[in-house]
């Protein structure tokens, strides 16, 4: 299966290369000029696609992660990968701190809104209170 969808992929990136070189439709192929090649450009054009580093990390019950570059918001995804129920409390310079119980098994998110919220600490906790 994957090796369908690898093949299905390349297909279509081809495919879409050879769209964005062809000549435009009114214009013949005498007075068409030649494409020049695109080199990829892995710094500028990822940081300009909104692509952000996201960290991730585990407590003994939970999983969670986060990106870090938010100006005016982050938001924490975490999940409980116990069968019991657990709280997790973080916190966040430049916002207000949460800690939110969670039952066993379950996923959520947090968002965080502030001036440049960054996240300092993601700790589990027996009780929220």
Known sequence: MRMRVKAA?????????????????GATPATA????????????ATAAL????????KTRCFS?????????SVTVYFHNRCKHSRGIKIRVAQAK???????????????????????QSIREVSHCG
């Open 9 to 25: 992929l390349a297909m279509a990136s081809t495919a879409a290369a050879l769209f964005t070189h062809a000549p435009a439709a």
């Open 97 to 119: 701190d949460a800690c939110i119980w969670v039952r066993g098994g379950d996923y959520d998110k947090k968002k965080f809104k502030g001036p440049h919220p960054t996240v």
């Open 50 to 57: 909104g692509v952000l580093d996201v960290n991730r990390g």
């Open 33 to 44: 000029a030649p494409a020049a090649p695109a080199a990829p450009a892995a710094g500028p």
């Open 64 to 72: 969670y992660s986060y990106g870090d570059d938010g100006t005016t």
